[in-house]
């Protein structure tokens, strides 16, 4: 049996609503942990609505009311990209960011101190990797925000 073409379209939103999420996580952690580049504040708050989109798309597996956790998750991933926008601007230094810069600090049972001391600091501001002049922010907002109108507008089409 042939699906409809409205029924097309909402799988192709859901698998990209699934996919989507799971590549630039995967993405982000190779970088962290095969590529050495720990995330800022502002990469952590990227990773956050991926993680939201994430968990609703596989939501929309298995709740009723598929096409809502779809949209959600819609919505969580174009979130990731307003905020990849706005590092990509920090980094840019299009405008002024509104947060610290963080840092990844281990213990391990030895002096705390000179755990502080000698951990990287990353900052927010700086880009730490790029690509034809784009770095991981910009390519976020591309992806991520890509991806957003192609579901919302998979999900808004009609069967004629």
């Known amino acids: ?7 097309r379209n909402f799988a192709m939103a859901r698998a ?8 630039l996580l995967g993405g982000a952690l190779a970088f962290q942990y095969l590529g050495g580049l720990y995330p800022c504040e502002m990469c952590w708050w990227q990773r956050y609505g991926h993680i939201a989109g994430l968990v609703f798309a596989l939501a929309a597996f298995v709740v009723p009311g598929r096409r809502f956790w779809v949209a959600l998750a819609g919505l969580g991933i174009l979130s990731s990209a307003v905020i990849g926008a706005f590092h990509a601007g920090v980094e840019y230094g299009w405008w002024q960011g509104f947060t610290a810069c963080t840092t990844t600090v281990k213990f391990g049972g030895g002096d705390p101190l000179s755990a502080i001391m000698a951990a990287p600091v990353i900052r927010c501001d700086v880009v730490q990797w790029k690509m034809f002049g784009i770095s991981m922010a910009g390519y976020n907002f591309l992806v991520s925000g890509t991806a957003a109108l192609v579901i919302f507008a998979l999900l808004a089409r009609k069967e004629k």
């Open 1 to 7: 049996m042939a699906l409809s073409k409205s029924s």
């Open 16 to 23: 990209l609503a699934l996919v989507v999420p799971v590549a």
